[in-house]
């Protein structure tokens, strides 16, 4: 069946460091792929998205790019502040499944001053 | 104007009892879904509505019932509340069914059965 993998958290980062959170995707054809991050005590949102190989997502200085190839959209920033810290969930949905999102285990992200 | 709202926020409740949670969305979206957060932030999807129509309905027990009165509403019955049943539910919302399409969620219930 259709399947995300996050790297596991919580991941501790001083503020302005690189941030990377790999993702990967076990999943038949063409899937959209997905960030979303949660506030603490708030709902999810969308970070960023890609729907087709080789796309790059891109949103508030974060990015991830669509890697049929290696099954991966791994989760980039080059410049972390304190304000993104969050919950990240990789996740995936395809076209014939009612749009349901199929959501990795979520990697906590905690940024220091 | 809260383009996806939940209520109630929060919920205590016993063991046995029934319970509702209600959702709404203003983003005049055709389809709706119920999400469940378990303790260690796990997201799995519980339903899916696409016009009032039920999509979705994954492996939750019976216990559980959606019911869409119309495409803006999505609430959540729950009867005879088991310990595992607490979690935070979210509702969503998104433009249709299609795989690429954004969703928005709601603030979630956290539901805690005592």
């Known amino acids: 069946g259709n399947s995300v993998t996050q790297m596991e958290g919580p991941v501790t980062l001083s503020e302005e460091a690189f941030l990377t959170i790999n993702c990967t995707y076990t999943a038949t054809g063409y899937p959209s792929l997905f960030w979303y991050v949660q506030y603490p005590g708030e709902g999810l949102q969308l970070l960023l998205k890609a729907t087709k190989a080789d796309d790059k997502g891109s949103n508030k200085g974060f990015e991830a790019t669509y890697r049929k190839e290696t099954t991966s959209f791994h989760l980039e920033k080059g410049s972390v502040q304190v304000s993104d810290s969050a919950v990240y969930f990789c996740a995936l949905s395809k076209d014939n499944q009612g749009g349901k999102l199929i959501f990795g285990q979520g990697t906590e992200l905690s940024v220091k001053p | ?114």
């Open chain 2, 1 to 114: 104007d809260t383009a996806v709202s939940q209520t109630p926020k929060y919920l205590v409740t016993q063991m046995g009892n029934d319970k509702s949670i209600k959702c709404e969305q203003n983003l005049g979206h055709d389809t709706m879904y119920w999400y469940k957060q378990d303790s260690k932030k796990f997201l799995k999807i519980m339903f899916s509505y696409n016009n009032k129509e039920l999509i979705i309905n994954e492996t939750v027990p019976n216990r559980f019932s959606p019911k869409s009165p119309d495409k803006a509403h999505l609430n959540l019955h729950i009867n005879s509340l088991e310990l595992g049943d607490s979690a935070v539910y979210f509702c969503a919302s998104s433009r249709s069914g299609a795989g690429g399409n954004e969703q928005f969620f709601g603030p979630g219930t956290r539901l805690t059965v005592l």
